[in-house]
């Protein structure tokens, strides 16, 4: 699949680049909440994200319908929800748990694929939701007792909203100039951050080097690309197949959390991990070398040609 000439092998290298920047997203903002409150760094990340982008998209942006700015508003919506439970996860929640947790949407992605299509989930769907469930036990179990946190159940909130979220980016992508509304989603979560800071924080300038350096960071690396991008990416392929892209996420977290937190991961919390990784790559892997036997069945997310 072609859009001139971005094939459809560029576009999976930019989604995968743009999730590996993103993933390091979780310990700049884990840095950052340390003194910042969570919708004063979101207000902040993306409106300098998107006085960065202004520049390179002013062209495409002097043009764009009343049309597109809705729908880039709307994505700006979803994903500023996705941003605001995952802040507030990363509260009481180590960032590489909260990313494991967050992108378990690899699995939601085909369930709700499958309730919009009003046809019952695979079966290798339902196999890889009962793993990711069990990783998500082995991550949550506080002694010999389950017990899931505030922090948790906000992060995987966020793995809901970050499902619908692709869904939405796959069917809005298709209908308007990708990259125009890339930058109108990222200042829409500019300005939905600033005016939520208003009513319930105090906003202020970060006042120390530490500050800049993180706010810089997530408003360039994070959402300069990693977010602006992804409707360009996702314009040339599926939304099941984004999902799989997902899972490189937790991967660069977990990383980037024991480089720069010092965060340790324990002997069951790093099976719980692992446990979520198999359950994201199977369905896909399993559709991917079942699907020549199934000629008659259209895989899920593939609705757009």
């Keep these: ?31 950052g909440i340390r003194s910042l409150g969570t919708f004063n760094l979101l207000g902040l990340r993306f409106t300098i994200a998107f006085l960065f982008l202004l520049p390179f ?11 597109t700015i809705l729908h880039g508003m709307l994505l700006g919506a979803s994903f500023f929800t996705v941003m605001t439970m995952e802040i507030t996860g990363l509260h009481t ?21 499958a309730i919009l299509h009003k046809s ?22 506080n002694g010999q007792k389950f017990t899931l946190t505030s922090g948790e159940l906000f992060c ?7 499902a619908t979220s692709i869904i939405l980016t796959d069917r809005i992508s298709k209908q308007d100039d990708p990259l ?16 939520a800071s208003v009513f319930v924080e105090q906003p202020r300038l970060p006042s120390s080097p530490l500050e800049w350096q993180v706010i810089l960071g997530l408003a360039i690396i994070c ?69 020549p036997r199934r000629h008659s069945v259209a895989p899920l997310g593939r609705t757009h040609s």
């Design 223 to 291: 959402s300069g690309f990693g977010f602006t991008l992804q409707p360009v990416a996702q314009r040339n392929i599926s939304s099941s197949r984004v999902g799989l892209f997902c899972a490189l996420s937790p991967i660069g977290a977990a990383v980037s959390s024991l480089l720069f937190l010092g965060e340790s991961i324990g002997t069951r919390e790093l099976l719980g991990m692992m446990l979520i990784l198999f359950g994201m790559f199977a369905s896909q892997l399993w559709d991917r070398v079942s699907i």
């Design 93 to 113: 929640t180590n960032a590489s748990t909260a990313s494991f947790l967050e992108n378990t949407a690899i699995v939601f992605v085909p369930l709700f694929e």
């Design 57 to 67: 998209g002013w062209n495409r942006l002097k043009h764009v319908s009343k049309k």
């Design 120 to 141: 019952l989930p695979k079966t290798s769907v339902l196999a890889s939701t009962l793993l990711c469930i069990g990783g998500v036990a082995l991550l949550t179990i």
């Design 156 to 162: 995987l909130m966020a793995a809901v909203f970050y």
């Design 180 to 195: 125009a509304l890339g930058i109108i989603q990222v200042g829409s979560m500019g300005l939905f951050g600033f005016i």
């Design 1 to 31: 699949m072609k859009d001139g000439k971005f094939t459809q092998t560029r576009a999976e290298l930019l989604m995968a680049s743009l999730i590996l920047a993103r993933s390091t997203s979780y310990v700049m903002s884990k840095i």
